[in-house]
């Protein structure tokens, strides 16, 4: 066998092993581990002059048309996302769909063919999308309900390591950090997903962060310095990650964003 076809079954039993966790799935049926949870994340800018028109849409129709292919089993869940701040560098939305398994998204393609990106008519004459990625989900938790206060973070990285690597550092550093912010009640879920095909693509890790609200996510970095305080003196293996964290994943984005939904 190859080293390439060993990196990618090494890959494919570690994405597996994740979601059987996450989703309750047997990881010893071969079948789910080659189709199991995949997520298809989609980012929008909207035309010039149309933000806010684009915000008014989606949160009609937009949302409508999404909560109808939810209730048909188009898709398992959906996250519709506006950033809070305009800027050209960021996107103005994102949508994150989750799937079952891989192959349902023969289903959302046929969707695509009428609604590109899942836009309606009126939302696609006001915006476009940017980028489409499916990806892997190995990590999430959730420890309160999405409300009208919640404040979400979009953080975007790429990932300098083996995707077997990276998955253990999602388990043994990332995952212990956002259990222990949710434990401090300033963070409501969290959701951890990689690129399928992280080649040329704007990222190869993608996190949602949701907190409580404004002022949970103030509080954000000294919770954040409370709980490593706490890993370091407690956990040997967050400790040991934590020494090499710089040589696994380079931050590129940090995006504030709200709830269309």
Known sequence: MTNGRSAELIRTTAIALMSALIWGYNPMRAQEQVDGPTALIITYHARP???ASLRRVMQGEGVAQLEKWK???IFATYSLLFTAYAADSAPDMFL??????FADLSRWQKIEETYPGGLTEKAQAITAVDTSATADIIGEGSAAPT?????????EYDVTVDMPK??????GYVTPQFEG???AGVLASYSCYVNQNPAGAPWSSFILLEYEDLKSLAA??????????ELAATNATWK???DDKSTIRKEKAAIPALSLH
Request: proline share 0%.
């Open 49 to 51: 002059g149309d933000r």
């Open 71 to 73: 209730q048909d089993r």
């Open 96 to 101: 994150i769909l989750r799937f079952k398994h």
């Open 147 to 155: 409300t009208k206060d919640s404040q979400f973070l979009v953080l």
């Open 166 to 171: 990276y998955v253990s550092y999602v388990q």
């Open 181 to 183: 912010w949710m434990k």
């Open 220 to 229: 954000r970095e000294v919770v954040k310095n409370e709980t490593r305080t």
């Open 240 to 242: 040991k990650w934590s």
